[in-house]
């Protein structure tokens, strides 16, 4: 949302049903948002090239086109917007597709105000959980890596001119750490933050979307349209997996970074580029230059503010507090009330280790979420995700980051539990260590009440430490 609050937001309503799109527009307007109305793909089009929105409402059977085929644009050049998809025609492949490509919801016409407002009031709350930077920063976690991490983002921010590259394992947090690194540099808010897969960009589109065209420019370009690099102005442009970038492609970046210019598709005159660079790989770009996929020149214009995202089973004590905002996270998303998770599955989540590093702790949380009942108090744990790929490693007596995960020689206290009990144990002293003592802030981390946590350590009371 660009740092709004979720009572003013912009709404950017796409439906050729002129009477459904102004209640719709009432409702939006009611609710706290400015609405922008289109009744054609071609009119959306034009608009959402000029301009980003906060949420997007969604028509699928237009005049001139689908909404579904429209969805991938949109979507790219407003990636924190929640986008809702409404049909009179449902089509059971099209939702399951539009679903794993990122769509909030899709609702089915007729559509009363009561449902509509109702999914409004869900989209808000997906808003108000992507908009607020401290969540953004709690996700980073405490551990001295990710502080570490945390600093580094915070002295490039100082730098808006420079250019800086995160690096690290498949779904360690790089997109995270760029939309940090965004929200650090432009603390009002009103910078736009544009989020490019290089990897999901096509190699015959990749000029046309990132740079923009003339009229004419190629078969079926009847206006003229812009890309995503002006859509960034004065913002951040987020080129995430730069790594698969082909190589005869590899050269347009290099004008784009080395001169800050660009030119659109069938144009010869040259626009500025005033704003930052951010690019994010999970491969060795020296090895890609080795190799011959990757140029040289341009890993030298990316690598100049470089900053390496941690894998999570180097940081097993900030597991339980990741687990506990994520599920909150899904929770509204769903709509529902956040389940509790209990220590024993903490244990099993921090015993893990996570070859998919946050995203994956995210998948097998949102696939427990998904199983367990609307109405139950405890999340039932999708255990047996776990247990496939790679197998678990014991929880260490130190989380620290630098050191490697080791099984520990049992203390006193331990030696009579049993290796669930065990296993709690060592995650409370270990999570109590970092916590500097805290129980509230180690509760917290543990995803259970201060109370539940002191009379764990009625049980365990040489699990107390001392605070500094």
């Given at each position: 949302m660009n740092g709004k609050s979720a009572n003013n937001f912009s709404c950017f309503i796409v439906d050729d049903d002129v009477s459904f799109a102004t209640m719709a527009a009432s409702v939006v307007g009611e609710a706290g948002g400015k609405v922008t109305l289109a009744h054609t793909l071609a009119v959306a089009q034009e608009i959402s090239a000029a301009k980003n929105f906060d949420l997007i409402l969604?028509?699928?059977?237009?005049?001139?086109?689908?909404?579904?085929?429209?969805?991938?644009?949109?979507?790219?050049?407003n990636p924190d917007a929640p986008i809702v998809m409404i049909t009179g025609a449902p089509d059971l492949s099209e939702a399951v597709s539009l679903?794993?490509?990122?769509?909030?919801?899709?609702?089915?016409?007729?559509?009363?105000?009561?449902?509509?407002?109702?999914?409004?009031?869900?989209?808000k709350l997906r808003m108000q959980t992507r908009a607020t930077p401290a969540t953004a920063t709690e996700m980073f976690g405490e551990s001295a890596a990710m502080r570490d991490v945390l600093q580094q983002l915070k002295q490039a921010a100082k730098h808006a001119a420079s250019t800086v590259l995160l690096t690290g394992e498949t779904g360690a947090g790089k997109d995270l750490a760029?939309?940090?690194?965004?929200?650090?540099?432009?603390?009002?808010?009103?910078?736009?933050?544009?989020a490019v897969n290089c990897a999901a960009l096509p190699g015959e589109m990749f000029e046309s979307e990132l740079f923009?065209?003339?009229?004419?420019?190629?078969?079926g370009a009847d206006k003229k349209r812009g890309g995503l690099v002006a859509a960034a102005a004065n913002g951040t442009l987020?080129?995430?997996?730069?790594?698969?970038?082909?190589?005869?492609?590899?050269?347009?970046?290099?004008?784009?970074?080395?001169?800050?210019?660009y030119r659109a598709l069938g144009s010869t005159e040259a626009q500025p580029f005033t704003g930052r660079f951010v690019a994010a790989t999970n491969k060795n770009l020296m090895d890609e230059?080795?190799?011959?996929?990757?140029?040289?020149?341009?890993l030298y214009r990316f690598d100049v503010f470089s900053i390496e995202l941690p894998p999570l089973r180097r940081r097993r004590g900030e597991i339980p507090g990741l687990a506990e905002l994520l599920l909150a996270q899904l929770a509204q998303k769903y709509g529902r009330t956040k389940p509790l998770l209990t220590p024993e599955d903490l244990a099993k989540l921090?015993?893990?280790?996570?070859?998919?590093?946050?995203?994956?702790?995210r998948n097998v949380l949102e696939r427990s979420l998904l199983k367990t009942a609307d109405d139950a108090k405890w999340l039932t744990l999708d255990a047996n995700w776990l247990n496939r790929g790679s197998s678990p490693t014991p929880v260490a007596t130190s989380v620290s980051a630098a050191a490697p995960v080791t099984a520990a020689e049992p203390l006193p206290g331990e030696r009579n539990l049993s290796p669930?009990?065990?296993?709690?144990?060592?995650?409370?002293?270990?999570?109590?260590?970092?916590?500097?003592?805290?129980?509230?802030?180690?509760?917290?981390?543990?995803g259970m009440s201060p109370q539940a946590l002191l009379r764990r350590l009625e049980k365990w009371p040489e699990l107390r430490v001392e605070k500094d």
């Open positions: 969604l028509d699928n059977h237009l005049p001139d086109g689908k909404g579904y085929d429209f969805f991938n644009q949109v979507s790219r050049r679903t794993r490509n990122g769509l909030f919801e899709y609702l089915t016409k007729p559509i009363s105000v009561d449902a509509l407002a109702a999914a409004l009031e869900r989209a760029a939309r940090v690194l965004h929200q650090l540099s432009f603390p009002d808010g009103k910078a736009p933050f544009i923009g065209a003339e009229r004419g420019a190629f078969t987020f080129l995430d997996e730069i790594g698969e970038v082909p190589l005869a492609l590899q050269a347009k970046l290099l004008r784009l970074l080395e001169a800050r210019e230059v080795k190799a011959g996929r990757f140029r040289e020149d341009l921090s015993a893990h280790d996570f070859p998919g590093n946050v995203r994956e702790l669930i009990d065990a296993q709690e144990y060592r995650l409370i002293r270990d999570t109590l260590r970092e916590a500097n003592g805290g129980i509230r802030r180690a509760a917290t981390k543990l």
